[in-house]
């Protein structure tokens, strides 16, 4: 139940009062990896973002197959400037299923932000195919956009900068 009610506050903006249901749920089952990984996430939402880290690694170690735990433990090391760390947790959450656009999309934002812009289309090109009438999809189509005319130019266009998203 309090899995459940910290999903409602979630949604609601409430990261508060949903880290405090998802703690409630995990203490109460430590091998609650759902949990961990949205307990996770409301903690990102508070800027308790090293917590946040110790809960996306919990939920990796309840359940090595859990690609949104992969997704924003990278996200964490990324926001740190950590880019290679980033690239590995984005892979590892691809190899385990090459169906997430979220994880191709955040691959190539690492990619683009080390500047290997071709991987970084790749990516992105994948993300477009997977989704192509959502909005991941169509981001990603823009941010094709944007390193193209970056590599025919040899710089983006004033005010343009990459579409960003976890």
């Known amino acids: 139940m309090d899995f459940y009610l910290?999903?409602?506050f979630l949604a609601?903006?409430?990261?508060?009062?949903?880290a405090a249901f998802y703690g409630e749920a995990v203490a109460a089952d430590s091998a609650y990896g759902?949990?961990?990984v949205n307990l996770g996430i409301a903690l990102e939402n508070l800027?308790?973002?090293d917590q946040a880290r110790l809960h996306y690694e919990k939920a990796i170690a309840v359940?090595?197959?859990?690609v949104l735990a992969y997704c924003h433990l990278g996200h964490y090391h990324h926001a740190k400037g950590e880019l290679g760390e980033a690239v590995s947790l984005?892979?590892?959450a691809v190899a385990i299923d090459p169906k997430s656009a979220q994880a191709h999309y955040n691959l190539g934002l690492a990619f683009a932000d080390t500047r290997i812009f071709a991987e970084a289309v790749r990516e992105?090109?994948?993300?477009?195919e997977l989704k192509p009438d959502e909005e991941i999809g169509r981001t990603s189509a823009e941010n094709v956009r944007l390193?193209?005319?970056y590599l025919q130019s040899d710089s983006l266009p004033p005010g343009e900068n990459l579409r960003r998203s976890r």
């Open 147 to 149: 390193i193209e005319t």
């Open 12 to 18: 609601l903006g409430a990261s508060d009062s949903a």
């Open 124 to 128: 992105w090109r994948r993300v477009m």
């Open 34 to 36: 759902k949990a961990h």
């Open 6 to 8: 910290g999903n409602a």
């Open 63 to 66: 359940d090595s197959t859990d």
């Open 47 to 49: 800027r308790r973002h």
């Open 90 to 92: 984005y892979q590892r």
